[in-house]
């Protein structure tokens, strides 16, 4: 869905709750982030910010793989045009690769990730960035070449972090 940043703006901040006057490019999925938004009482709270490389298979094009670095987090300035600067949630010199597949990851990417050494664990960049605001400490302490691997509901994803 494609929001302008303005009109990102306009919904967070006024009290207008007329969906259809809104400029997007998905009036059902906004629908249901508005649904969603007033359920759970939702407010802006942070920015999570990253630098990505993403790639898709050429053959398989269920394939993507992200690369995600310098990944930092702020909550005392929450307008986006206002930089990208922040404190790093998780260490610097790491990069989180992402696999995403919707049935099975390749067999060939499955022999790389085994020869890394990837484990299977589990992260949010979300939770990591809120707990680093509130403890003011880097929450994710992965300090070797070995991976960190999560598996998630919708189809697989996979998270895997390395050292630069």
């Known amino acids: 869905m494609v929001l302008p940043l303005a009109e990102a703006y306009r919904y967070l901040y006024s009290s207008e ?6 400029e997007t490019s998905n009036t059902q999925v906004f629908r249901e982030i508005h649904h969603f938004r007033h359920l759970y009482n939702l407010q802006p709270e942070m920015i999570i910010i990253y630098d990505r490389h993403a790639f898709h298979g050429l ?7 992200t690369f995600d670095l310098n990944l930092r987090c ?6 986006l045009e206002n930089g990208s ?3 790093n949630f998780i260490d610097p010199n790491l990069v989180v690769l992402e696999v995403k597949v919707n049935d099975s990851v390749p067999l060939w990417l499955t022999r790389i ?3 890394l050494n990837c484990e299977q664990g589990s992260t949010s960049k979300y939770c990591a960035s809120s707990e680093l605001l509130k403890s003011k400490g880097i929450p994710i302490r992965i300090t070797k070449e070995d ?3 999560r598996e998630g509901n ?7 972090f390395f050292n630069e």
């Open 85 to 87: 600067q922040g404190e």
């Open 74 to 79: 702020r909550n005392d300035d929450l307008f």
């Open 59 to 65: 053959f398989d094009p269920d394939l993507r793989v």
């Open 17 to 22: 709750e007329i969906l259809e006057d809104y």
């Open 113 to 115: 990730l085994q020869d």
């Open 147 to 149: 991976g960190l691997v």
């Open 154 to 160: 919708n189809g697989f994803f996979k998270s895997v």
